[in-house]
């Protein structure tokens, strides 16, 4: 029997091993899922704008919405998140996450970003701040926005025509009750952002600042990317940068947004960046931007507002978040939104591992006292598949994978399958032994034997859980992977670790017929007595 090559497969094994227990050592520990170490649970419902019926193609506007979410949630770095439809609803199970304000607001933005012109602005005390759109004390404001040649350009309108106003949220912060933003073609008016606020005259109270806006030439879907950067002012704001339609489209409008500025018009060449139906910025064409000309990089800013620099910078970081994952094709309001604590999985998470630690005990000495010396091995078999398997969903860990408990249970089933594998090949070289076989040359039959029987029965197992993983959702994915990757590690371990054990204990006098069992051999018997 040629030694080197048992020896070599031992040895990769070990450093494996090793290698596995030093990462462990250093402080490596697996992602944890939703159940085991809380996070937040939440159901979202798609809102549409009242009287709307629901489209034909409902199901597949709640699908993109489910993908511009996932999108979200990615680049948020959960491990394992679990986002699914159930009906029209969209469940969303988020592990590891404990800032539920944070991740409400990025989850709920539907992010509808537009660039419009802005005609007028109306402060708090205004008599117009109040009124009904359609109300005699708009009439000047209407002239305003038919004297200017952006509203012919963009809005369409004619000399003449009749200007209606829409105010998607006369309160400024009250429930709205119609659809939360201004169609893209129409001029209305839009409130301030929570930092754009003015004293009102009579109460004293802060008041968000109104803007009277145009149609929009541009939306968000020109968006080519969005990132947080600093700004002029030392705050921190988020860059936008257009694709070569939108930065054409942006250069033409701040072209004559620099010709209102320098013909004095009302406006003051002043434009609304607008997220959702608020006012987010409304920065004025600066003097180095000449008329007919405009700003031809294709980029824009959008500011932050007040707040610490750690918070301006979250700020920024979570609206190019959303611009870069694009808008929700619909308004989703949470219908429940919960924080789960790990409590009840971490219980029972240790009721499961105290059951599953004394089986592999009883099993441990079963092992021993039954196959004595060949007992030992399927023990270290099982050290060896545990400490590797560990490493592995650590290493997952690195890349989002988090562990459940349903994860925990197929582990748990795959100790079974690696303990069996050893049980086979063990009786195997019984039986070959009993046939009359030297130990050596019934080891050797014994594998070859053993192992296309552990082949058939994990290939049966391995196929099983493909199906369950690309057929299931949610948890029992988890139960899938760990269950697939836990048998195919099986037979690395056979043949790697338990094979190059045993044939070389088969070279000692560790292992003889005593010690595998084997049946005492029959005494031959001659016509002159005994043999």
């Known amino acids: 029997m040629n030694r080197t090559p048992l020896v070599a497969a031992l040895s990769a094994v070990l450093v494996v091993v090793l290698a596995a227990g030093i990462y462990l050592g250093m402080g490596a520990r697996p992602n944890l899922g939703l159940d085991l170490q809380g996070g937040i649970s939440a159901i979202y419902t798609a809102v549409l704008p009242p009287g709307e019926e629901e489209p034909d193609d409902f199901e597949e506007v709640i699908d993109e919405a489910i993908d511009v979410i996932r999108a979200r949630v990615d680049s948020l770095g959960v491990a394992e998140p679990d986002i699914s439809r159930s009906g029209t609803d969209i469940m969303v199970q988020l592990?590891?996450?404990?800032?539920?304000?944070?991740?409400?607001?990025?989850?709920?933005?539907?992010?509808?970003?537009?660039?419009?012109?802005?005609?007028?602005?109306?402060?708090?005390?205004?008599?117009?701040?109040?009124?009904?759109?359609a109300d005699e004390v708009f009439d000047e404001t209407r002239e305003i926005i038919a004297a200017s040649e952006l509203t012919y350009l963009d809005g369409g309108l004619q000399p003449g025509d009749d200007i209606e106003l829409f105010e998607v949220n006369p309160d400024c912060g009250a429930p709205v009750d119609v659809e939360p933003e201004l169609p893209t073609g129409a001029i209305g008016i839009l409130c301030g952002a929570e930092d754009d606020m003015m004293p009102d005259p009579e109460?004293?109270?802060?008041?968000?600042?109104?803007?009277?806006?145009?149609?929009?030439?541009?939306?968000?879907?020109?968006?080519?990317?969005?990132?947080?950067?600093?700004?002029?002012?030392?705050?921190?704001?988020?860059?936008?940068?257009?694709?070569?339609?939108?930065?054409?489209?942006?250069?033409?409008?701040?072209?004559?947004?620099?010709?209102?500025?320098?013909?004095?018009?009302?406006?003051?060449?002043?434009?609304?960046?607008?997220?959702?139906?608020?006012?987010?910025?409304?920065?004025?064409?600066?003097?180095?931007?000449?008329?007919?000309?405009?700003?031809?990089?294709?980029?824009?800013?959008?500011?932050?507002?007040?707040?610490?620099?750690?918070?301006?910078?979250?700020?920024?970081?979570?609206?190019?978040?959303?611009?870069?994952?694009g808008a929700l094709p619909i308004t989703l309001e949470p219908s429940t939104f919960d924080t789960v604590s790990p409590t009840l999985g971490a219980e029972s998470l240790r009721s499961g591992l105290i059951a599953g630690l004394i089986g592999l005990a009883l099993v441990g000495v079963w092992l021993i006292w039954f196959y004595r010396s060949l007992g030992v091995v399927a023990l270290l078999a099982l050290g060896v598949f545990g400490m590797v398997v560990i490493g592995l969903i650590t290493l997952l860990g690195e890349v989002g994978f988090a562990l459940t408990l349903a994860g925990v249970a197929g582990l748990i089933v795959s100790i079974g399958i690696t303990a069996d594998s050893s049980i086979i090949f063990f009786e195997r070289i019984r039986d070959e032994v009993n046939l009359g076989k030297t130990v050596r040359t019934a080891v050797r039959k014994a594998y070859t034997s053993a192992f296309r029987t552990n082949l058939a029965g994990n290939t049966v197992t391995l196929a099983a859980a493909a199906i369950l993983y690309f057929l299931a959702v949610g948890p029992v994915r988890g139960f899938a992977l760990m269950l697939g990757m836990a048998t195919l590690l099986d037979l690395i371990i056979l043949a790697g670790f338990t094979r190059p054990a045993v044939f070389l204990m088969s070279t000692t006098k560790l292992l003889t017929r005593r010690t595998v069992r084997a049946a005492k051999k029959p005494e031959l018997v001659t016509a002159g007595g005994r043999a």
Request: negative net charge; contains cysteine.
């Open 95 to 133: 592990p590891g996450i404990d800032d539920a304000e944070r991740v409400q607001e990025l989850i709920g933005t539907t992010a509808q970003l537009t660039f419009r012109p802005v005609y007028d602005t109306i402060a708090p005390g205004d008599p117009r701040y109040d009124a009904d759109p």
């Open 203 to 325: 109460t004293g109270e802060l008041e968000p600042v109104k803007y009277v806006v145009g149609a929009a030439p541009i939306t968000g879907d020109r968006i080519d990317d969005a990132r947080a950067a600093f700004g002029p002012a030392g705050g921190v704001d988020t860059a936008l940068e257009l694709d070569n339609e939108g930065g054409a489209a942006f250069a033409a409008f701040t072209a004559q947004l620099a010709c209102e500025r320098d013909m004095g018009m009302p406006g003051q060449g002043r434009f609304a960046i607008t997220l959702d139906g608020i006012v987010e910025s409304a920065p004025t064409m600066a003097p180095g931007v000449a008329c007919g000309v405009g700003i031809r990089d294709g980029q824009a800013t959008i500011t932050s507002g007040a707040g610490t620099l750690d918070e301006q910078e979250q700020a920024a970081r979570d609206l190019a978040l959303v611009l870069r994952t």
